[in-house]
T-cell receptor, first 113, second 116 residues
Framework: GENVEQHPSTLSVQEGDSAVIKCTYSDSASNYFPWYKQELGKGPQLIIDIRSNVGEKKDQRIAVTLNKTAKHFSLHITETQPEDSAVYFCAASKTGGGNKLTFGTGTQLKVEL | DVKVTQSSRYLVKRTGEKVFLECVQDMDHENMFWYRQDPGLGLRLIYFSYDVKMKEKGDIPEGYSVSREKKERFSLILESASTNQTSMYLC???????????????FGEGSWLTVV
């Protein structure tokens, strides 16, 4: 089955700096890669996703890049703000997989003032 | 907005008890999921269902069962709770295919279960 590895497990940045979280996946058939943000005491919420026919996608301060050859994808957050502090999860799934997502182990992002 | 509601946010149960975790979604989604979240392990799939009365095992089904009698409701059952089942449990739902072809799934707020 699919295996998703995520790094780093914790990340601390100064407000205004950029943050990058990286994930690798094992199943070359995976074609959908979402990123979820989980705030304390809440369930994960989708923040951005990318499909295998696209190399990069941006939404305001967040962007995701995908390298299919290397089987890795990354989340980039620019101009970080304190409200970006949360746990971020990457995930992967494939068509016909019943919408089952395999998640990474999460990154605790802390944005310091 | 999609709403996935987990009726119990915090539960404390004794070892050996039968535990029911209930989940309801209001978007007529075909797929529903139960995940378990533990520190350092991320989210792991316990069971999922793609239709009423249909279920499939996920990655860690041992010690759990599920029930889906109605499309909007998906229940997770711990037949005999054990201390190693102390965890946060997340229910989720998704359409078969998203409006833009994606597989977006929507999570509930989670149920914190402590087994003593």
């Amino acid at each position: 089955g699919e295996n998703v590895e995520q790094h780093p497990s914790t990340l601390s940045v100064q407000e205004g700096d950029s943050a990058v979280i990286k994930c690798t996946y094992s199943d070359s058939a995976s074609n959908y890669f979402p990123w979820y943000k989980q705030e304390l005491g809440k369930g994960p919420q989708l923040i951005i996703d990318i499909r295998s026919n696209v190399g990069e996608k941006k939404d305001q301060r967040i962007a995701v890049t995908l390298n299919k050859t290397a089987k890795h994808f990354s989340l980039h957050i620019t101009e970080t703000q304190p409200e970006d502090s949360a746990v971020y999860f990457c995930a992967a799934s494939k068509t016909g997989g019943g919408n089952k997502l395999t998640f990474g182990t999460g990154t605790q992002l802390k944005v310091e003032l | 907005d999609v709403k996935v509601t987990q009726s119990s946010r915090y539960l404390v149960k004794r070892t050996g008890e039968k535990v029911f975790l209930e989940c309801v979604q209001d978007m007529d989604h075909e797929n529903m999921f139960w995940y378990r979240q533990d520190p350092g392990l991320g989210l792991r799939l316990i069971y999922f269902s793609y239709d009423v009365k249909m279920k499939e095992k996920g990655d860690i089904p041992e010690g759990y069962s599920v029930s889906r009698e109605k499309k909007e409701r998906f229940s997770l059952i711990l037949e005999s709770a054990s201390t190693n089942q102390t965890s946060m449990y997340l229910c989720a739902s998704s359409p078969v295919k998203g409006a833009d072809g994606g597989n977006t799934i929507y999570f509930g707020e989670g149920s914190w279960l402590t087994v003593v």
